[in-house]
């Protein structure tokens, strides 16, 4: 992967991660995250969130092709999911907790 890739996934990744290790690792504890997404045992959000905080806890000179590639992948989710945003509150909404599970909450500023 080129320094102007690696330069790209590092910014939609950093526009579309919101939350810190900490709060995304606190999220992936509850029964909420849990609830949410597709795959048998773990989600793939679920388990997508677990690589996003590795990521987030990983020296930038340190990170690999492969985390990278997850970069852009989380990116492009948040992207394609923020805009199926449902009408009204969200807060306690699976959209939101579906997004969350990404590294995003749409209820921060």
């Known amino acids: 992967m080129s320094d102007e890739d690696r330069k790209d996934a590092e910014e939609r990744f950093g526009?579309?991660?919101?939350?810190?290790?900490?709060?995304?690792?606190?999220?992936?504890?509850?029964?909420?995250?849990?609830?949410?997404?597709?795959?048998?045992?773990?989600?793939?959000?679920?388990?997508?969130?677990?690589?996003?905080?590795?990521?987030?806890?990983?020296?930038?000179?340190?990170?690999?092709?492969?985390?990278?590639?997850?970069?852009?992948?989380?990116?492009g989710y948040v992207a394609r999911h923020a805009k199926q945003r449902p009408e009204g509150d969200v807060t306690d909404t699976k959209w939101r907790y579906s997004l969350m599970n990404w590294g995003n909450d749409p209820e921060k500023g």
């Open 15 to 75: 526009d579309a991660v919101n939350m810190t290790p900490k709060e995304l690792e606190d999220w992936l504890e509850t029964d909420e995250s849990k609830s949410v997404g597709v795959g048998d045992g773990e989600s793939v959000g679920h388990r997508s969130g677990r690589r996003i905080v590795e990521i987030l806890r990983t020296k930038k000179a340190d990170r690999t092709d492969d985390d990278y590639e997850h970069m852009r992948k989380v990116a």
